[in-house]
Nanobody
């Protein structure tokens, strides 16, 4: 059973940056694609970014150019660096583990998610 624990959320002013972290356990981390999603109040959860086992990446238009996903297989951790944040980025951000071994980044959204983290709140003030 894959367990994911996010951290790094918080309150930031518009134009600021945050780096989210997601620590994984219970799986051979390096084999699996990982992703970040977010859910704003009253809205559905939406995809933000994903990274495959070969470090291929895939980004949603919503934050493309303003965020970077990366992974450290030695630390079993995936990161999301977010820059130029605006109030519309306010949401709970969730880490997700893809279900396909050796999967590309896109498989995070084409296949079932194997596990979700509990989420970390990001609030951007204007």
């Amino acid at each position: 059973q894959v367990q994911l624990v996010e951290s790094g959320g918080g309150l930031v002013q518009a134009g600021g940056s945050l780096r989210l972290s997601c620590a994984a356990s219970g799986c051979t981390f390096s084999r699996y694609p990982m992703g970040w999603f977010r859910q704003a109040p009253g809205k559905e959860r939406e995809f933000v970014a994903a990274i495959g086992w070969t470090d291929s990446t895939y980004y949603a238009e919503v934050m493309k150019g303003r965020c970077t996903i990366s992974r450290d297989n030695a630390e079993n951790t995936v990161y999301l660096q977010m820059n130029s944040l605006n109030p519309e980025d306010t949401a709970v951000y969730y880490c997700a583990a893809g279900s396909r071994s050796w999967g590309t980044a896109r498989t995070v959204i084409t296949d079932d998610v194997a596990s979700w983290g509990q989420g970390t709140q990001v609030t951007v003030s204007s």
